[in-house]
């Protein structure tokens, strides 16, 4: 059983997200395409899904990365493309789960974008004082204060 | 490459951090493709079986709800393995009912307790603190406590 099912485990799923100005998902596809490895691709709204053994996605992210290095975001995904589980043509509708994650963190990849770029400039980041937690020796001295002027 | 423990377990943008700075993520979705795609599903749809809230009593006693000891069964396999963790402390993604509010609780205890090497950031609102994101994300990556580990 363990044996017969090496195979199957070898099979990974991956995310490509775009917050790209040069990329949209159709280009990421014909891209994807004509770089001809042996793997399953589904264009989605936010860029593509891809699925393959485990050397021929992790060697087209490599050569995908390099097409917009500071525009395309990448993660696993746990069921397979089209997977009847997890496809929301079959589920009722709804918003299928893990989305939200991505949802909630797809607003900071513009920020994300132009943070690598500045990274790879050698750029460093501006140091912000985060302000002192309040003394409570002066706390008590605006309690006493406040309850004075009542 | 080491081992990177990420926090949120489904993070898009810590994952591709920690792959594009040269290591392994460790995300829930490695867990749930174990689990999906085993041939012979012994328990369909999910593959979730009485087996896997045992293994969660590794990690939490029989009295925590069972959807404690469920969760855990995926994300304790990876601790275990974790030789590093970016966490990003308080995720408004991650607010859930108890079952996950209190998992993640007991995953940022279980981090700190195994005292790894730990990144502990919140998730970036604007350029400047995007850019900190980063720059902290990718030194800490880079830093030696992490490249002892490959």
Redesign the interface.
């Known amino acids: 059983m363990e044996d017969a099912d090496v195979s199957k485990k070898d099979v990974i799923t991956k995310l490509i997200i775009l917050s790209s100005r040069h990329m949209m998902p159709g280009d990421l596809l014909y891209k994807i395409y004509a770089l001809r490895k042996d793997v399953i691709v589904k264009e989605t709204c936010f860029g593509a899904e891809v699925s393959g053994k485990k050397e021929d996605v992790n060697s087209l992210i490599r050569d995908i990365r390099i097409l917009d290095p500071y525009g395309i975001f990448i993660k696993e995904r746990g069921f397979p493309i089209g997977d009847l589980r997890r496809c929301r043509a079959t589920s009722g509708g709804g918003a299928r789960p893990g989305f939200h994650q991505i949802e909630a963190e797809a607003a900071t990849l513009p920020l994300m974008s132009r943070a690598l770029l500045e990274y790879d400039m050698g750029v460093k980041p501006t140091t912000h004082e985060k302000p002192a937690k309040l003394d409570v020796d002066v706390f008590k001295k605006i309690i006493a204060d406040c309850l004075h002027s009542l | 490459m080491s081992k990177i423990l990420i926090y949120?377990t489904?993070?898009?943008?810590l994952?591709?951090?920690v792959?594009?700075f040269g290591h392994e993520?460790l995300?829930?979705?490695?867990?749930?493709?174990?689990?999906?795609?085993?041939?012979?599903l012994d328990s369909p749809?999910?593959n979730i079986t009485p087996e896997d809230p045992k293994i969660g009593l590794k990690y939490a006693a029989v009295e925590v709800p069972s959807g404690v000891r469920g969760r855990m069964a995926l994300i304790g396999p990876l601790l275990e393995k974790a030789d590093a963790a970016v966490v990003v402390s308080d995720?408004?993604?991650t607010f859930g009912c108890m079952g996950c509010a209190r998992t993640n609780e007991l995953v940022n205890f279980l981090i700190r307790a195994k005292k790894i090497p730990m990144l502990e950031l919140s998730?970036?609102?604007?350029?400047?603190?995007?850019?900190?994101?980063?720059?902290?994300i990718?030194e800490f990556l880079q830093s030696s406590e992490v490249l002892k580990h490959e």
């Open positions: 949120p489904n993070s898009l943008v994952a591709d951090l792959d594009r993520p995300t829930i979705p490695q867990e749930i493709r174990k689990k999906v795609t085993s041939v012979g749809p999910l995720p408004e993604a998730y970036p609102t604007n350029d400047d603190d995007a850019r900190d994101f980063v720059y902290k990718a």
